[in-house]
């Protein structure tokens, strides 16, 4: 499958706190991609991550991608109270992406 | 920057109808997509199309639905006989053409469509 699966489910902590998000996925992939979705609202694409490069870095937000253990991680540093949001990623090796159920991250003030 | 935009916001129908949700891209974008969530779940895949073709579709992808790029801006999803399970929000996304003439590339989406099937 192509699916990410993101881990944890939820997470919360407090605002300007550090907020690690990981996924793990099972297929060879050519990149993997990050999205936020606030409740309701559209996805917003965060950062792309191809195979071959191993950490990216975007504002706040640092990605990291091993692909021999299959896997990521989305560090969003300093967090503020609007990235209260649910997290995506979404390892990609064609053109359709299928979500995974998301991390609601809640930041609290 | 430019941006994905989604016509209408809100669309209330009675089951049986039709509907069309409209799309318009990113203008220099040529790989195009309709996904679907329903309240509470996930984000579902529903089709992939590029060169005025679908390139890919999913199980949820029935005779019911059909796309289509009806001139060079919009994009459009059209539900022939809806259903009271078609109430979703449905987001159309756009990509650039990637390496190999596969997207690969960020996809771009827009605000999303509320479908509601009374």
């Known amino acids: 499958s192509q699916q990410g699966e993101e881990d944890p489910q939820a997470l919360s902590i407090q605002e300007g706190e550090n907020a690690t998000m990981n996924c793990s996925y099972k297929?060879?992939?050519?990149?993997l991609q990050w999205y936020r979705q606030n409740s309701g609202r559209g996805l917003v694409h965060l950062i792309l991550?191809?195979?071959?490069?191993r950490e990216k870095h975007s504002g706040r937000l640092r990605v990291t991608l091993d692909t021999s253990k299959k896997s990521s991680s989305l560090l969003i540093t300093a967090s503020r109270a609007a990235d209260t949001a649910s997290y995506f990623c979404a390892p990609n090796r064609d053109d359709k992406i299928i979500f995974g159920k998301g991390t609601r991250l809640h930041i609290l003030p | 920057e430019p941006e994905v935009t989604q016509t209408p916001s809100h669309q209330v129908t009675q089951m049986g109808q039709e509907v069309i949700l409209r799309c318009v891209p990113i203008s220099n974008h040529l790989y195009f997509y309709w996904y679907r969530q329903i309240l509470g779940q996930k984000v579902e895949f529903l089709v992939s199309f590029y060169n005025n073709e679908i390139s890919e579709k999913s199980e949820i992808f029935d005779d019911q639905f059909s796309v289509e790029r009806p001139d060079g801006s919009n994009f459009t999803l059209k539900i022939r006989s809806t259903k009271l399970e078609d109430s979703a929000m449905y987001f159309c996304?756009?990509?650039?053409?990637?390496?190999?003439?596969?997207?690969?590339?960020?996809?771009?989406f827009g605000p999303g469509t509320r479908l509601t099937v009374l």
């Open positions: 996304a756009s990509s650039e053409v990637g390496l190999a003439g596969g997207s690969y590339n960020e996809q771009f």
């Open positions: 991550i191809r195979s071959n490069e």
């Open positions: 297929t060879s992939i050519n990149n």
